[in-house]
């Protein structure tokens, strides 16, 4: 299996640094900083680039369960809400939230939510993220 990469650069201090992330693959670079990880700032942040990740994994998880039991989706559209709050003395993702909407045809919701509480376990993101709660709103779309 392939070996993932990202690099990050950080230059300065901690408020008035500034920084870039860049994808190995080369398909995304970006800027990050203070303001763009604890206020509303222009530029990415670590959190962000979590739940694309997890939301990604979720819905590739999701996908490939419900294909394997014969129920092949039209699509599957994640959104991931990654919390991060003051803990103590710093800082800690405290709950990601996972809202998922699936276009699968001839497939009841019980059995949807069978394979989207699967996904949510079973995601490679998730079982990394495994300290962390992970909530899961999945509905079936038609």
Not at 11 to 40: H, I, M, N
Not at 65 to 81: D, I, N
Not at 98 to 115: M, S, Y
Request: proline residues 4%.
């Amino acid at each position: 299996m392939a070996v993932r990469t990202a690099e990050a650069v950080w230059t300065a201090g901690l408020k008035d640094g500034k920084g870039t992330v860049k994808l190995g693959s080369g398909a995304y670079q970006g800027a990050y900083s203070f303001a763009s990880r604890f206020e509303e700032g222009t530029g990415t942040n670590p959190e962000e680039l979590i739940g694309a990740a997890h939301a990604g994994c979720f819905s590739m998880a999701l996908s490939a369960g419900l294909e394997r039991a014969g129920h092949k989706p039209a699509s599957v559209k994640t959104k991931a809400r990654v919390h991060l709050e003051k803990v103590g003395d710093g800082f800690q993702i405290t709950k990601i939230q996972l809202q998922t909407e699936a276009v699968v045809p001839g497939l009841d919701p019980a059995k949807f939510r069978e394979h989207a509480d699967a996904a949510k376990k079973g995601c490679p993101v998730s079982r990394a993220l495994a300290a962390v709660p992970i909530e899961l709103d999945a509905k079936l779309t038609a």
